[in-house]
DNA sequence: GCGATTTAGTTGAGCATTCAACCACTATCG
DNA sequence: CGATAGTGGTTGAATGCTCAACTAAATCGC
């Protein structure tokens, strides 16, 4: 406080703008995409998938949380729509009287293996089909970079 | 359909998470800070920032839907939020009688006048300071791309 | 001109997320 | 051991977003 502003110069407000624009346009496209074909939105595909790569196809509550990103209120209230829908159970944590363990269910994993294939296409074609190999190593430099910065 | 899904390799699959990571972190982080210290969410920042632009401060609601990439919805609900907050006024269009105009009041010029300068720093801090000159070029030139690809 | 189609914008219902408050259990430290 | 602080997770209220349906006005086509 007290200190000027380093307000952004016109090539920072170029680049912050299409940022923005960017990165709204292809969450969105992809979240409609797959509330459309799969019913569910992004963020809940991403915990689905979360659990089919861990061990046992089951994760804690917490850790679950931090590999999507989310708050714990976030995936508890996520987690009560998954059970509701059949595709994740909880589970008492054996080791810790306080934790809950998410386990996918089979028809969780069948959901998931059939909604793979047509967002994954939509990956590819909103995100990688418009970039060259050097702008996609350079996209993950420079988010890689980004998440040790604001998560550090 | 019935063609092959172009699953991700690894690099790919490395890239993708980790710009999912760095945006949501970067929204989340800029949407949370926006919120404690201006009392509105970034969306709301973003029509008011589009708003004080333009001449007159003012503009058709479609035409700053497209600015600020959001549905006709959207910005209606957003629009009926910011005029109780009595920081925009509608006004019907004098030349399309179906046609509103949205219209930046003073108090909502000196909110945003105040929330301006912590939010820049806020921009300047998780993005701009974490990236080298080049990584910024190379952001603008990816973000521009990739907004051409989606809404063309 | 006049009916059919588009365009501008709003509305309400349903869903997702946030924040703060909360309970239950664990770890820490005197 | 016992008090205190911290952690894991849930809940409810408030807010914002999406989708579909709707009104009203402009435009198109003949």
Redo the contacts between chains.
């Keep these: 406080m007290g200190v000027m502003?380093?307000?952004?110069d016109p090539?920072?407000q170029?680049?912050?703008r299409?940022?923005?624009?960017?990165?709204?346009?292809?969450?969105?496209?992809l979240d409609r995409e797959l509330q459309r074909d799969a019913g569910m939105p992004h963020a809940y595909y991403?915990i689905l998938v979360r659990l089919s790569e861990a061990p046992g196809r089951r994760l804690r509550m917490s850790e679950l949380a931090d590999l999507t990103?989310s708050s714990r209120s976030r995936l508890s209230h996520a987690a009560a729509r998954l059970e509701a829908a059949g595709w994740i159970r909880r589970e008492d944590c054996p080791t810790d009287r306080r934790g809950q363990i998410a386990a996918l269910t089979d028809d969780g994993f069948a959901v998931l293996a059939a909604a793979?294939?047509g967002h994954?296409?939509g990956?590819?074609r909103?995100?990688?089909?418009?970039?060259s190999p050097a702008?996609?190593?350079?996209?993950?430099?420079?988010?890689?970079?980004?998440?040790a910065?604001?998560?550090g």
């Design positions: 502003t380093r307000w952004l090539d920072e170029r680049t912050w299409a940022f923005l624009a960017a990165s709204r346009a292809l969450m969105d496209t991403e990103g793979a294939p994954v296409e990956v590819r909103h995100l990688f089909d418009a970039l702008q996609v190593d350079q996209l993950r430099r420079i988010s890689e970079t980004l998440v910065h604001l998560t």
